[in-house]
């Protein structure tokens, strides 16, 4: 394993969540009219297909935590790294709804399990004084994968097979990059650490009334993530991206034709 500086793990950490999250997650919405065009997908089957990554992303995230107890920081990048591989290379090679479903549903595990694992990496690679501004830098990432995929929807609206090939490529130089720059450490607590207070009624409230923003913010918002770009297509009288060779003279791709 090679040994990062705290801002080194902090970019190396935020080009991890870029690819989980940006690329695994968040980007298939951009990706929708395209998809959904060439595989012939309802607005009804699209809606179902967009919300599997969060359900499996709340599932992983229901384990992460032990598993990163018992797998290591490293490993469990290394499995985070290899769902969103396989997902993202699913969904590359996707045929129909069930297949583009499995593909996204593999990706939302990828997604709930890195957090975890960068997190427990951190605590040892590290400085605990660093920690804040480290997971701030981390939680960016999304944000960058973001701005990755946007180009690619621009330049390669016809081409969302290559684009996630692409994706799988960019994964699959995280899992390695993993394996050599995380830790194998599960979570550190300090021998003098004094055991967490019990948990006050106050502080339930306050959960409680966070926890229902947070899920009223991510209801108003899920359908923009999904269905935003498809709306610009049919509400905003924009063309539909044609499928990749319609059009063109035999033996030229689509996006060489002239006229």
């Not at 080194?8 to 940006?22: E, R, W």
């Not at 709340?58 to 591989?85: H, I, Q």
């Not at 004084?129 to 390669?156: D, E, K, Q, Y």
Request: glycine fraction near 10%; hydrophobic fraction near 55%; proline fraction near 8%.
């Amino acid at each position: 394993m090679k040994t990062l500086s705290n801002m080194g793990f902090a970019f190396f950490g935020a080009a991890l969540v870029a690819i989980s999250y940006g690329l695994a997650r968040f980007a298939f919405g951009l990706f929708v009219p395209s998809i959904s065009n060439e595989l012939d997908l309802s607005a009804y089957i699209v809606g179902i297909i967009g919300a599997l990554p969060f359900v499996s992303f709340v599932l992983a995230t229901m384990v992460a935590p032990l598993a990163a107890n018992r797998l290591g920081a490293r490993n469990l990048a290394v499995l985070s790294g290899c769902f969103g591989v396989a997902g993202l290379a699913l969904i590359s090679r996707s045929s129909d709804a069930l297949s583009l479903g499995i593909g996204v549903f593999t990706c939302g595990v990828c997604t709930g399990l890195m957090m975890p694992a960068l997190t427990s990496a951190m605590q040892v690679l590290v400085s605990r004084s660093m920690h804040g501004r480290v997971s701030s830098i981390m939680n960016a990432g999304t944000s960058i994968g973001i701005i990755v995929a946007v180009p690619t929807v621009v330049f390669l609206a016809d081409a969302w097979r290559f684009t996630y090939t692409s994706f799988a490529v960019l994964a699959g130089i995280g899992v390695v990059a993993a394996w050599f720059f995380i830790p194998s450490v599960s979570r550190v607590i300090p021998a003098n650490a004094a055991p967490p207070p019990p948990v006050t009624r106050q502080q339930w409230s306050r959960l409680v009334r966070l926890s229902l923003f947070a899920f009223a913010m991510g209801f108003v918002s899920a359908p923009y993530w999904i269905f935003a770009p498809d709306l610009v297509v049919r509400l905003g009288e924009l063309p539909p991206p044609l499928p990749a060779g319609y059009g063109s003279p035999p033996g030229l791709p689509a996006w060489e034709v002239p006229w």
